[in-house]
C-alpha cells in the first residue's frame, strides 16, 4: 500500500484523484487545500488528515518522515493551472514523486527547470494524461498507425463547454493563472492529437478572446481546425433544445469520432500505469505545453486560410466590461 498525499482537495478534479487512490488500494494520509469544504473526503478517506495551511501540511509530513518513519509515495495535485509547477516542486523536496493534473505547468521552460530537479531528486514527475486511455482514441491511434505512412488525416475539433460569469472571476478567468482558453480547456486535446498524429508543422490562430479560441493545426499526420469556447450562445440549437451545455466533436475524414463515453475510470487507469512505472512524464507533457504557449502568444490573424466554420459565429462582449 503506497501512502499518497493531496494538494486541492475541494477543486472539481480532486474526487477522480481520490477515487483512483483508492481503487487503486492505497492510502491518502494527508491533504491541503485552503477552501474547507471538503466534505468529499468521507466517501473516500475519512480518517487522512486535512489542512488549510500550507506550512502545517509541510510540518505534519515532516513529522511522519521523523517521528513515524512514515515516508511519502506520492502527492497528488489538483490545484490551479499556475501553481502546479511550485506543487509539483513540493513533493519532490519531500521525497515523493508528484502526480499531475494537465497542463502540467503553462511554460515550456518550466518543464526544462523540472527536468533538472527531476534528475537531482531521483523522483518522476507524472501528467494525467487521461485521454490517451479512453478507449475510442486508442482505436484511433491504431488506425493511423496501421494506415498508409503518407495518408494526412482531415479533422474538425469542436468543443464548447459552457461556463458562467463566476469563471471570469475565478483564476481561470486570468490567463496568467490558466494560460486561458486553449490551455485550460483545449490541452489535453492538443496531446492526444499531437500524440497520434506526430510533430508540429504549422499552429495558426484565427480567433482568440475571453470565451473563445479558433486556429489550424497541422501535423506530421493531419490538419485540424480546432474551435474552443466556454460561451452558451455558440452552442448548436440542437444541443441547446436538449438542455444540454456541453458539445464535443471530433471529426476525421467526415466521420463523427464516437467520444460521448468512456471517461469514467480514466483516471483509476492512469493511476494503475504510474504505481506499474509505465505512466506519461514530462516529456511526454511538452508537445502540448509547446502548442498552446504558442497559441497564447500569437496575435490573430483573422478569418484567413483554414478556419473553423465556427470562428465566423458572432463575437460576444466580455460579461464586466459591458
Given at each position: 500500500?503506497?501512502?499518497?498525499a ?58 511522519l ?9 506520492y502527492?497528488s ?24 493534473e ?35 482514441i ?36 486570468d ?30 490562430v ?46 476525421i ?63 460576444s ?6
Amino acid at each position: 500500500m503506497k501512502k499518497f498525499a493531496l494538494i486541492g482537495l475541494a477543486g472539481y478534479i480532486a474526487p477522480r484523484h481520490l477515487k483512483a487512490i483508492k481503487d487503486t488500494g492505497n492510502s491518502l494520509i494527508a491533504a491541503l487545500d485552503k477552501f474547507d469544504s471538503v466534505g468529499v473526503m468521507d466517501s473516500y478517506f475519512p480518517n487522512a488528515d486535512f489542512f488549510v495551511e500550507i506550512e502545517r501540511f509541510d510540518r505534519y509530513l515532516e513529522k511522519l518522515k521523523y517521528e513515524k518513519k512514515q515516508s511519502l509515495d506520492y502527492m497528488s495535485i489538483c490545484t490551479p493551472n499556475y501553481l502546479h509547477d511550485s506543487h509539483i516542486r513540493i513533493a519532490l523536496r519531500r521525497g515523493a514523486d508528484a502526480i499531475c493534473e494537465k497542463p502540467l505547468v503553462l511554460n515550456p521552460w518550466n518543464i526544462d527547470a523540472l527536468q533538472k530537479m527531476e534528475k537531482e531528486s531521483g523522483k518522476r514527475i507524472w501528467n494525467i494524461l487521461q485521454l490517451r486511455m479512453h478507449p475510442s482514441i486508442l482505436k484511433l491511434k491504431e488506425k493511423v498507425s496501421n494506415s498508409s505512412k503518407n495518408k494526412v488525416f482531415d479533422i474538425d475539433l469542436t468543443y464548447i463547454t459552457s461556463r458562467g460569469n463566476w469563471y471570469y472571476t475565478s483564476w481561470k478567468g486570468d490567463q496568467s493563472k490558466s494560460g486561458g482558453i486553449a490551455t485550460n480547456i483545449g490541452v489535453h486535446f492538443y496531446d492526444m492529437l499531437s500524440w497520434i498524429f506526430g510533430e508540429v508543422k504549422k499552429n495558426v490562430v484565427h480567433v482568440h478572446t475571453h470565451d473563445r479560441a479558433a486556429g489550424y493545426l497541422e501535423f506530421e499526420r493531419a490538419k485540424v481546425r480546432w474551435f474552443l469556447s466556454i460561451n452558451y450562445n455558440v452552442l448548436p440549437e440542437e444541443v441547446k433544445q436538449k438542455g444540454q451545455r456541453t458539445y464535443r466533436s471530433i471529426t476525421i475524414e467526415g466521420e463523427e469520432l464516437e467520444f460521448s463515453g468512456g471517461f469514467t475510470d480514466l483516471h483509476t487507469k492512469v493511476y494503475e500505469s504510474i504505481l506499474e512505472g509505465k505512466g506519461y512524464g514530462l516529456e511526454d507533457a511538452k508537445r502540448a505545453i509547446e502548442i498552446v504557449h504558442n497559441i497564447r502568444n500569437s496575435s490573430p490573424i483573422g478569418l484567413k486560410g483554414e478556419f473553423h466554420p465556427y470562428a465566423k459565429k458572432i463575437l460576444s462582449g466580455h460579461p464586466f466590461k459591458r
